[in-house]
């Protein structure tokens, strides 16, 4: 068992609060998510279970065991870091045995799972080079070998693919997952990309200012976002202002307060405890707007711009009451020309309702 | 093409100013004709077999100062220099200035400051330091210990702390971690910085006026008592001697270390 377990962990620097009552608990053998934009805590969370960070209160808890205050040698985790950090004057196969030979894993069996963590990363090759003589990608390839090879409680992984292009960005995506599962190594990932979060993660905690704000599974952080914030950082939302006016079980009746009255329906899920005559924002993602009727929800809507992206168009609209709109356009579908009025409509299961 | 031949000439004039006082003492020291003469009148070497032990003896005092500044430079000026260049305390910009403030006071002025001062520690703790080899070390860490500062700082300055991080995150103490990744990867500052101390030990001759007294008697200082009472051929046998021995010297550092790695010349 290795879980990671924050209980109502805070930090604060001098007297900015960077960390504001953090609990959460990172499953055995779970890849878990840190998402938010820079400066939101998320690395500083990461840093106290490496133990680079002190908390200022509350505990962390890893493998049944309390390391708030154990020092970074004494804890058993891996990290890899978004530079890399390689030991410059080690080969590739030296930088790997690092971690064992401070461990004092004799001769034989070192070799042994280096050898091994080579063929994980795919390195065999590469064992005497020295990192200066590696790309971008293989270097942190390097990087995650030699954090596994100890067999950590957790893996860390504070951006690790920051600096790399976009197509190696997502070979490597697929090759820390890989390695992950078949290790089931407990993981924390640390990335403000909110792609690499979803495509990656089996849970995605999206922090705001200190705190986590929503901690699910990819689809539900993105089809039921908790908040306004939520909703805009992971994807795009269309946002209209509400009043709800009836209720039955989790199917609501709302109207829109500015403009000209249109209802709506929404089937929210049970959790979302709004009241009738509760104002709120209603909240659609882009693929589920269609230019034209057909659907229960509907409204027009002014074209503003329509934007080429090869397998889909992007058709930014005005609403009725001033809101922005952006309807995904698939191949096939009607392309409206601009300033058009259009129709747009979406089902009632594809919306949610957020807080103001 | 035009360019590039002027850059070829300055270049050679350059060096034939550099090195031609080098190679006329060279060529001097196996002059059989009297002293001064140039150019020589026929090949001899006598001169070297009338270097007088007195030299054999102050080339060890000064070999044996030199490598001791230079190994106790390190062994301050190191720890120094990551505290200056990795420590949060008030006044750290202060103190890093004072470190270094030593390379831009006259040798001459140090020396009589430290002169003065042996006699203080005499008369305060009966402390014998003047005219002996470790006064004379101690004399010397005054400009041994900036220079190995100054090039530890610059190395670090360019180190990365993810590194360390990462060594501590992978098991190692924080001793542990210095052994096997700080001093490695900041070794080439390190020796640099040694070097630096070794050589600038060997060549002063100020300080070792006052601080060496009759027992401590450094090779420069020999040499220039002699040449001051007693000019002859020996002293250029020994002045040869001494450029034989330091073109090996760096002919065997370059193949070592490699001379630009050492001082920054490539990254």
């Not at chain 1, 390195?123 to 003589?133: G, N, W």
């Not at chain 1, 920051?162 to 924390?188: H, N």
């Not at chain 2, 080899?133 to 220079?147: E, K, V």
Request: glycine share 8%; hydrophobic share 50%.
């Amino acid at each position: 068992m290795s879980e990671v377990i924050f209980e109502n962990v805070e930090k604060s620097y001098a007297d900015q609060l960077v960390v504001r009552g953090v609990n959460m608990t990172i499953r055995q053998g779970e890849f878990l998510t840190l998402l938010g934009p820079s400066g939101c805590g998320k690395t500083t969370c990461l840093r106290m279970i490496a133990g680079f960070v002190t908390p200022s209160q509350g505990r962390i808890i890893m493998a049944g065991r309390d390391i708030t205050n154990l020092p970074p040698y004494r804890r058993n985790t891996g990290m890899v870091f978004q530079s890399y950090a390689l030991f410059p004057h080690k080969t590739v196969a030296e930088n790997i045995a690092f971690g064992l030979e401070v461990r004092r894993i004799p001769r034989a069996e070192r070799a042994a799972k280096v050898a091994e963590a080579l063929r994980l990363v795919r390195l065999e090759s590469f064992a005497d080079r020295y990192p200066t003589q590696l790309s971008g990608g293989q270097r942190q390839r390097v990087a995650l070998a030699r954090a596994v090879v100890i067999k950590p409680d957790v893996l860390l992984l504070d951006e690790p693919l920051a600096a790399l292009d976009l197509k190696l960005r997502e070979e490597l995506q697929i090759e820390i997952r890989r390695v992950q599962s078949s290790l089931d190594i407990t993981t924390l990932f640390v990335t403000h990309d909110q792609s690499e979060a979803l495509s990656m993660s089996d849970r995605v905690a999206v922090m705001q200012d200190g705190r986590i704000v929503q901690i699910d599974s990819p689809d539900i952080v993105y089809e039921r976002p908790r908040t306004r914030y939520v909703a805009n950082f992971v994807g795009r939302t269309n946002l209209i202002k509400i009043a709800v006016r009836a209720r039955q079980n989790d199917t609501y009746r709302v109207e829109t307060c500015s403009g000209p009255v249109k209802a709506f329906d929404v089937i929210a899920n049970a959790d979302s405890a709004m009241n009738i005559g509760d104002r709120c924002l209603l909240g659609t993602r882009p693929e589920h707007f269609h230019v034209g009727g057909g659907h229960t929800n509907s409204c027009e809507a002014t074209v503003r711009a329509v934007t080429y992206f090869g397998s889909i168009r992007h058709v930014e609209a005005e609403g009725p009451a001033g809101e922005h709109f952006t309807i995904v356009a698939r191949a096939g579908d009607p392309i409206p020309a601009r300033g058009e009025t259009i129709v747009v409509s979406w089902r009632p299961e594809a919306c949610f309702l957020l807080p103001e | 093409m035009i360019l590039s031949f002027t850059l070829r000439v300055t270049l050679a004039a350059v060096f034939i100013f550099l090195l031609a006082p080098v190679i006329v003492v060279i060529i001097t020291s196996f002059n059989g004709g009297p002293i001064f003469t140039f150019p020589p009148t026929h090949f001899t070497t006598r001169w070297f077999a009338l270097i007088k032990p007195s030299f054999i003896d102050a080339t060890y005092v000064s070999l044996i100062v030199a490598s001791g500044t230079a190994v106790l430079s390190v062994v301050f000026g190191v720890p120094a220099a990551l505290g200056l260049s990795r420590g949060q305390f008030f006044g750290r910009d202060a103190l890093g200035a004072i470190f270094l403030s030593p390379l831009m006071i006259p040798a001459l002025v140090t020396g009589v400051a430290l002169y003065q001062a042996t006699f203080v520690l005499w008369d305060m703790a009966h402390l014998q330091i003047g005219g002996t080899i470790p006064g004379l070390i101690i004399a010397h860490l005054t400009f041994g210990i900036p220079f190995v500062v100054r090039t530890v700082l610059a190395g670090d300055a360019r180190f990365e702390h993810a590194i360390e991080e990462a060594a501590l995150n992978l098991g190692a103490t924080p001793l542990q971690s210095f052994w096997r990744v700080t001093a490695p990867i900041l070794r080439p500052s390190i020796i640099s910085g040694a070097i630096f101390a070794f050589v600038m030990s060997l060549d002063d001759v100020p300080i070792a006026l006052f601080m060496g007294g009759g027992h401590a008697t450094t090779l420069p200082v020999r040499i220039f008592t002699t040449v001051e009472f007693d000019f002859g051929g020996d002293v250029m046998a020994v002045a040869s001697a001494i450029v034989g021995v330091s073109v090996v010297a760096m002919m065997l550092l370059d193949r070592l270390i490699g001379l630009g790695e050492l001082f920054g010349a490539k990254q």
